[in-house]
């Protein structure tokens, strides 16, 4: 799926991949959906706010492994621009908590630099 690199295209791609999530039986308000959602926003917000070209729309990724496993993929086209480690948040400041959120949520998420873009892909079981 591809969605355009503007604040519009975060919160779409959070509401396509609940969407997808419920038609192949995970309902709205299963934890599983309501993770990925929340995973989805964060991944999606820093594709956007990090690895924006304008003119050029960042991807999502969605699959389902043969053991049950989901997958997510967000990338951008920003592949130089590499995700710092996650600090701990400054409980004053009002944002950086995204992959914090992330790291709590997936059983597993890792970051990669391929064909000069750049991919986040999370896994829950």
Do not use: K
């Not at 309902?27 to 926003?41: H, K, Q």
């Not at 996650?86 to 949520?105: H, K, M, Y």
């Amino acid at each position: 799926m591809s969605f355009t690199s503007t604040p519009r295209g975060a919160p779409l791609a959070r509401l396509s991949v609940a969407h997808r999530l419920d038609s192949r039986g995970h309902p709205y308000d299963s934890d599983v959906n309501e993770s990925l959602a929340v995973i989805t926003a964060e991944l999606c917000a820093n594709a956007v706010r990090h690895g924006r070209v304008p003119g050029r729309d960042f991807h999502v990724r969605l699959t389902t492994e043969a053991d049950g496993e989901l997958r997510l993929e967000v990338s951008d086209t920003r592949g130089e621009r590499r995700p710092a480690a996650v600090p701990p948040a400054n409980p004053d400041a009002e944002s950086g908590r995204g992959l914090l959120i992330v790291t709590a949520l997936a059983d597993e998420w890792i970051d990669r630099t391929q064909c000069g873009t750049r991919c986040q892909q999370s896994r829950i079981v």
